[in-house]
């Protein structure tokens, strides 16, 4: 079971944490971080709120299949996709994988997109 909670709202999009059964996989990854990550991942998570385009890669970037992915100077990576006009759903963080890892991490999101388009219809 999946369902969405404003995560944070800010001046251009508003984001949305992916709850699935009854878990925030993204605020209970946020939680478990070290304080410097967690002042990273706040700061980039207020800075895409609050812009509605960023064109830094580095930070921002579509990772294909509708998956984009938000990411810190540390390595920590949150994935994330679209929902409409100004909402921003992120569904799960982890640290910089190799390439094999975020194909995986990416197939669990694409999973959820599919599943969260199907509740909405």
């Known amino acids: 079971m999946i369902d ?9 999009l508003v984001l949305y944490a992916l709850v699935v059964n ?9 939680g478990g971080l070290e304080v410097d990550d967690k002042k990273q991942v706040a700061h980039l998570i207020k800075q895409r709120a609050d812009r509605l385009i960023i064109h830094n890669e ?10 984009f992915e ?5 390595g920590i990576r949150i994935l994330c996709f679209w ?11 982890f640290s910089k ?4 890892v975020l ?3 990416k197939k669990k999101a ?9 509740k909405k219809q």
Not at 58 to 67: C, K, L, P, W
Not at 97 to 100: G, L, M, V
């Open 4 to 12: 969405i909670e404003v995560l944070w709202e800010g001046d251009a």
């Open 22 to 30: 009854h878990k925030s996989l993204v605020r209970e990854f946020i």
């Open 58 to 67: 580095q930070i921002f970037r579509s990772i294909g299949n509708d998956i």
């Open 70 to 74: 938000l990411k810190t100077r540390n």
């Open 83 to 93: 929902e409409g006009k100004g909402k921003l759903i992120l569904t799960h963080g």
């Open 97 to 100: 994988p190799p390439q094999k």
């Open 103 to 105: 194909k995986q991490e």
């Open 110 to 118: 694409i999973g959820w997109l599919k599943e969260h388009r199907e």
